[in-house]
Each structure stands twice: as C-alpha cells, then as structure tokens.
C-alpha cells in the first residue's frame, strides 16, 4: 500500500494506512500522516468490475471538480461554506495510478473537521444534506454536460434494468433462489408501467441531462458538525443524469425509518418529517435552474428510486450475487424486500409527497 501511494505527489511521510469507510463498491484506505497536523488522504482502489471505464470516470471527476473549485474560490458567499474534493495527482501528472495488476488507485486530500451519517438523525440533517446535492446540481448546472462520458450506461435507466431483470429470470426460472421470491418479481412487474413514467420523459427529450451525482446517499455528504459548510463526496457516478436520480435517491436514503437491508419489514416506513427537510432543502437551493415538468415528477422520483435499487438487489440475487458486496448468502434478497416494501410505502404516499413539493 506504501508502494501504491508513493506513486501520488503528495509529500508526506506516512504513519499508517488503514482500511476505511463501508463503501459497497470500492476499496478505501486513509493514509495517515506522521505529523498530526499535516494532511491526510484517502487512497481508493476503483472497482473496474463495476466502473469498467475507470479512466472515463477519473475523467468526470476531474472535470467536475476543477469546475467546483473554481466556482467556489471566485464566490466570497461560497468559501468557507462548502467544499469540493481534491485530487491528488501523480507523480507524472496523472490523476489516477495503474498498477501492475491493471487496479485503478487514486488519492483525494481528507476532509478534517467533517462527518458522514449513516443514518439520518433529525429532519435538519435531512434539510441541510439536501441544500449541498441541491446546490451541486446549481453550480454545475453551467457545466456543458456533453463532456462526461456516461461511465456506467443506463445507471438509473429503469426500462433497460427491467430487461435485464426479466432476462435473469427467464434465465433462471427453474432455481430454488426465483421459486423462493415469486411476490417479489410480481410486485415490480406490476409497478413497472408506473415507475417507467419518468424515463420514457427523459428518452422522449421532454426532461433534459443535467450533470447530476447519480448516488445521493446520505452517508455521500459531508456536514460539519454545527452545519456551516459541506462538501458532496463519492463521485464515481457523476455523468449526465436527470434531477430525479438525485432526488428521489436522497429521499429514499434520508426518509426511511430503517436501514436498507432491515429483515423486518414492518419497521420499513416514511419518515415525512425528514422527507419534507430533504424536499425543502434541495429544491429551496436548485428551483431556480429546474423546469415546470421536472418539479412536477419529483414526488414520484421518491418511490422510483426505491424501486430501481429494489429491482437491482433482486436481479443481483437471482443472478447469483454478482455485484454487491453480501455479508450473507441471503443478504441481496433482504434488501431487495426493504426496497419494494419502501416502494410501496411511499407509493401509497404520493399525493403527501406531492403536496410538501407543492408549497417548498
């Protein structure tokens, strides 16, 4: 690992490097200094089993960081009270490292003084997590989005999902795994046309890319404690997208009364405190930049996302637990019932939904 990270030019002498973090997809290691008052990093293996053009996402990165970092050091309103991550480049100028074994590395400058939540606590986290995806999407909202390169085709495309999920399926029609979930696979088939609504808008032209985040998890911002600055992490996904992505996934991820692979279903609910924070947030900060159909469809990207990462976990399982991380052999399926019953929830809670985007 010391190897690895003397490829990057950072100048540090290095006490430890240690594993950090929970992230699903990639490796992450803080590397720490042996001055306590010097900067740390983090140094993450990319998974180019999943983000198979690791140098088209070093690509995005690069750019949309560069972007937000001269938009924030030309903003007195914007320094000190948000942050973009900063990459550490290689020695040769690269901002990633190849190793012999074709892993991706790169290094990013580690953030003292914030904190990631797992879980959102109080509908004033919830508000304040939405204000830096909301203000992300604002500042990049400029940004001539035909310069990403769309790293994972189809990411939050729900038509293409459902085709490979009904081809895993055919697929594996006669195994134990696709007799053990007959409801599950019914209950997405019978919300398909629904949850298809926003998609076939975005195909049809009639809601435009933005550049958006794509993974608006909770636990992918960073607060402060007394929430004076922030800073939007974990841009792996960052490519042409639609609001919706980003807002429907972080009300799933800030709403829900339960973590995402709870066993009992019964504890699985809206939070519509903690939804209203996030509402409010994000739209009080990116309404200026959104059109009239975007605001219109937001309620339902609530529950469309759910239902896309519940569509992905039980494609997952059924194919035999290719993608995710599992801590158990039933562990995608699990959380791929957290997802549709959350779905269905927030689905039975539309018109709520719609009246709280209504009034922001």
Not at 256 to 273: R, W
């Amino acid at each position: 690992m010391e190897h690895i990270f003397s490829a990057f030019h950072t100048n540090i002498q290095v006490k430890s490097i240690e594993p950090f973090g929970a992230g699903l997809i990639n490796d992450t290691y803080r590397v720490v200094n042996n001055d306590p008052l010097g900067q740390d990093f983090l140094l993450q293996r990319i998974n180019h089993e999943v983000f198979k053009d690791a140098k088209g996402l070093m690509h995005n990165m690069e750019l949309v960081t560069r972007h937000l970092s001269h938009k924030i050091s030309t903003s007195s309103k914007l320094q000190g009270s948000c942050e973009t991550l900063r990459i550490s480049p290689t020695k040769n100028g690269s901002s990633y490292y190849e190793d012999i074994d074709g892993n991706f590395w790169r290094a990013v400058e580690f953030l003292k003084g914030y904190k990631s939540y797992d879980y959102v606590e109080t509908p004033e986290q919830a508000y304040q997590g939405a204000q830096a995806f909301g203000q992300f999407m604002l500042l990049l909202n400029d940004f001539p989005v035909h310069e990403l390169k769309e790293t994972i085709p189809g990411f939050h495309d729900i038509i293409k999902r459902l085709v490979t999920f009904k081809e895993v399926v055919a697929s594996t029609k006669k195994t134990d795994r696709v007799k053990e979930c007959k409801k599950e696979i019914q209950f997405v088939l019978d919300q398909a046309d629904q949850m298809c609504e926003i998609e076939k808008l975005r195909k049809s032209g009639k809601i435009k890319d933005r550049v958006t985040h794509n993974d608006t998890k909770f636990n992918n911002v960073l607060l402060k404690e007394d929430f004076s600055s922030h800073c939007v992490i974990d841009l792996d996904t960052v490519m042409p997208g639609i609001v919706h992505y980003d807002f429907g996934d972080g009300v799933r991820t800030c709403s829900s009364t339960a973590k995402e692979d709870e066993k009992d279903l019964n504890l699985v609910d809206v939070d519509m405190e903690k939804l209203k924070g996030f509402a409010q947030g994000f739209i009080e900060t990116s309404k200026a930049v959104l059109d009239p159909l975007e605001i219109e469809y937001l309620a339902l990207s609530a529950p469309l996302l759910a239902y896309i990462m519940g569509v992905r976990f039980l494609t997952d399982y059924l194919a035999g637990d290719v993608y995710y991380k599992i801590k158990h052999e039933s562990h995608n399926l699990e959380r791929a019932r957290n997802q549709l019953r959350f779905t269905k929830t927030m689905t039975d809670r539309l018109s709520d939904i719609s009246v709280i985007i209504k009034f922001v």
